[in-house]
């Protein structure tokens, strides 16, 4: 982890225990609530994913955009965020967890926060976003709002300790 970043809580994220429902016919979990998201973090698309063992996703950032990553399985997956908002009370710390198949989460990640997720299991693992803008925009005409220092060799964003 670069000395830059020091370890801490990030405001604005947040990491939520998901609930798995369990009977007979399967299990059920909720995601996410309208009444337990501020309405700047309302979903406005959802898509799923499966990030094969040992990828790396990110890291990258958003000017505008917000992440609702849902990790339930069935691998398992590090995360890691770093706080790159200068105005923001926790600027500069880092945060990592380990969620997915044995620990379901959800994860908020505001504006601003760079964020990566890598497989750490061993089967294909399925991920869930739910962003607060729509990818391009209306129609898929505007530019795409991300900011990838994976495309940086120098990168002091780094998921590896």
């Known amino acids: 982890m670069s000395s830059v970043f020091r370890k801490g809580s990030i405001e604005g994220v947040e990491i939520r ?72 009370p926790t600027f500069r710390n880092v945060v990592t967890q380990f969620v997915g198949a044995d620990n379901p989460a959800s994860v908020l990640v505001p504006r601003g926060i760079v964020h990566a997720y890598r497989n750490v299991g061993s089967t294909g693992g399925v991920v869930i976003n739910c962003p607060n803008r729509l990818f391009m925009g209306e129609g898929k005409r505007e530019p795409i709002d991300e900011i990838r220092h994976e495309d940086d060799p120098l990168t002091i964003y780094r998921i590896e300790d």
């Not at 501020?38 to 959802?46: G, I, K, N, R, T």
């Not at 339930?72 to 790159?84: A, T």
Request: glycine residues 6%.
């Open 17 to 88: 225990q998901l609930k798995k429902y369990v009977d007979e016919r399967g299990w059920l979990s909720e995601l996410f609530r309208h009444d337990e998201l501020a309405a700047e973090f309302h979903p406005v698309m959802s898509y799923i994913s499966v990030t094969e063992p040992g990828v790396t996703r990110g890291p990258h950032e958003h000017v505008d955009q917000a992440d609702l990553f849902c990790f339930i399985g069935p691998s398992n997956f590090k995360i890691r965020l770093w706080d790159n908002r200068e105005a923001s």
